[in-house]
């Protein structure tokens, strides 16, 4: 949770980082017509995952749409920055743009964590549904982040659902009694892997391949594209399917930047992200169970209800914790969330 002095250091570094950027992008886009507007865009993933491919695809779209004003470099790997960096950074505006999971941007706005509460949608659609940016529920969440934060939400996609791999079998909460699985640090992932009845590390994802080569951790939980493509089989021999969260994964970009953008400029983005949105989502979705395969492939044991993981045992405790951590907080949000048709 950000205190209230911690929050004013972040809004006057957010004055002070973003004011260069806002003058030098301002004067790019009062000349766009002869002018090159040149934006960052920094993420964690590898660029070949479908989630780093996607800030390709949006480079390539907004290029089309807006007849090459704008131009967006990709740095994936981060090169810009941790999680937590990433956030800031697009806060202060010395990152124009950046996704992150809703939980990681909790860490500047606490309501966006309900996003990613476990156990919370009904199925896919209805996540989609919600983090639509036109949802009663993203627009609230969106106004509270440009408020509180000086960044907005972009578009969202689906990131995957998330699963437990380590490197032992695992069918019962009881089988993870004092193994360290590494959580993104924020309240809602450490929750969720406390619940599932591991004992939860906060460890940053460019740590996280030598945290379970070394043992510091012995597990992670992650959507299976991210085990196939950073090839977590080589440490990981075995990966339970919790299901534990649906997420969708939320690309931010800085507000005093996207308030410089004229109404066509802007309209050309809002078009590229649209287009990226459905694009990486129906991917990521049409990719799951062939990269489930793949993982079999590579040696991996998955372990799912047919060979005895107790889904409901997990889903009890995850839940147990959600409500006694975080109802007070968030009881009018899973309201709405539940009414999204």
């Given at each position: 949770?950000v205190?209230?002095t911690k929050?004013r250091?972040?809004?006057?570094?957010?004055i002070?980082?973003t004011?260069a950027?806002?003058?030098s992008?301002?004067?790019?886009?009062?000349?766009a017509?002869?002018?090159?507007i040149?934006?960052n865009y920094g993420?964690?993933?590898?660029?070949?995952s479908?989630?780093?491919?996607q800030?390709d695809?949006?480079?390539e779209?907004?290029a089309?749409?807006?007849d090459?004003k704008v131009k967006?470099d990709v740095?994936p790997?981060s090169?810009?920055?941790?999680?937590q960096?990433?956030?800031?950074?697009?806060?202060?505006?010395?990152?124009?743009?950046?996704?992150n999971?809703?939980?990681a941007?909790s860490s500047?706005?606490?309501?966006?964590g309900?996003?990613d509460i476990?156990y919370l949608?009904?199925d896919?659609?209805?996540l989609?549904?919600v983090?639509d940016?036109?949802?009663?529920?993203?627009?609230?969440l969106n106004?509270?982040?440009?408020?509180?934060t000086?960044m907005?939400?972009?578009?969202?996609?689906?990131f995957?659902?998330r699963?437990l791999?380590t490197d032992r079998a695992?069918k019962t909460?009881a089988d993870?009694?004092?193994?360290?699985?590494?959580?993104?640090p924020s309240p809602?992932?450490?929750t969720?892997?406390?619940?599932?009845?591991?004992?939860?590390?906060?460890?940053?994802?460019?740590?996280v391949?030598?945290a379970l080569?070394t043992?510091?951790?012995?597990g992670?939980?992650?959507p299976v594209?991210v085990?196939?493509?950073h090839?977590?089989?080589?440490?990981q021999?075995h990966?339970?399917l919790?299901?534990h969260i649906s997420?969708a994964?939320i690309?931010v970009?800085?507000e005093?930047?996207?308030q410089?953008?004229?109404?066509?400029?802007?309209?050309?983005?809002?078009?590229?992200a649209e287009?990226v949105?459905?694009?990486?989502?129906?991917?990521?979705?049409?990719?799951?169970a062939?990269?489930?395969?793949q993982?079999?492939e590579a040696?991996m044991?998955i372990?799912?209800p047919d060979?005895g993981l107790?889904?409901?045992?997990?889903?009890?405790?995850?839940?147990?914790?959600v409500?006694?951590r975080f109802?007070e907080?968030?009881?009018?949000?899973?309201?709405e969330i539940?009414?999204?048709?």
């Amino acid at each position: 949770m950000v205190t209230d002095t911690k929050f004013r250091h972040i809004k006057f570094r957010h004055i002070v980082a973003t004011f260069a950027a806002a003058v030098s992008c301002n004067a790019m886009v009062l000349g766009a017509q002869a002018q090159e507007i040149e934006l960052n865009y920094g993420h964690m993933n590898s660029p070949t995952s479908i989630v780093g491919l996607q800030a390709d695809w949006l480079a390539e779209e907004v290029a089309k749409n807006t007849d090459g004003k704008v131009k967006i470099d990709v740095y994936p790997s981060s090169q810009l920055g941790k999680i937590q960096e990433l956030a800031e950074g697009v806060s202060m505006g010395s990152i124009a743009l950046s996704h992150n999971t809703a939980g990681a941007i909790s860490s500047l706005y606490e309501d966006f964590g309900v996003l990613d509460i476990p156990y919370l949608y009904r199925d896919y659609d209805h996540l989609m549904n919600v983090v639509d940016i036109h949802s009663p529920v993203m627009e609230k969440l969106n106004q509270g982040l440009i408020d509180n934060t000086g960044m907005r939400v972009l578009y969202a996609f689906y990131f995957g659902t998330r699963q437990l791999t380590t490197d032992r079998a695992i069918k019962t909460p009881a089988d993870l009694a004092g193994v360290k699985i590494r959580a993104i640090p924020s309240p809602v992932y450490l929750t969720a892997v406390e619940g599932l009845g591991a004992a939860p590390v906060p460890v940053d994802w460019s740590e996280v391949p030598t945290a379970l080569a070394t043992g510091i951790v012995q597990g992670q939980e992650n959507p299976v594209n991210v085990a196939l493509v950073h090839k977590l089989y080589d440490v990981q021999s075995h990966m339970m399917l919790t299901g534990h969260i649906s997420a969708a994964e939320i690309v931010v970009i800085n507000e005093e930047i996207w308030q410089g953008f004229p109404d066509d400029v802007k309209a050309g983005i809002e078009k590229a992200a649209e287009t990226v949105r459905h694009k990486a989502s129906k991917m990521i979705l049409d990719s799951e169970a062939g990269d489930l395969e793949q993982l079999k492939e590579a040696g991996m044991t998955i372990i799912g209800p047919d060979d005895g993981l107790d889904v409901a045992a997990f889903r009890a405790g995850v839940e147990k914790l959600v409500h006694e951590r975080f109802d007070e907080k968030y009881a009018t949000y899973f309201e709405e969330i539940a009414a999204v048709k």
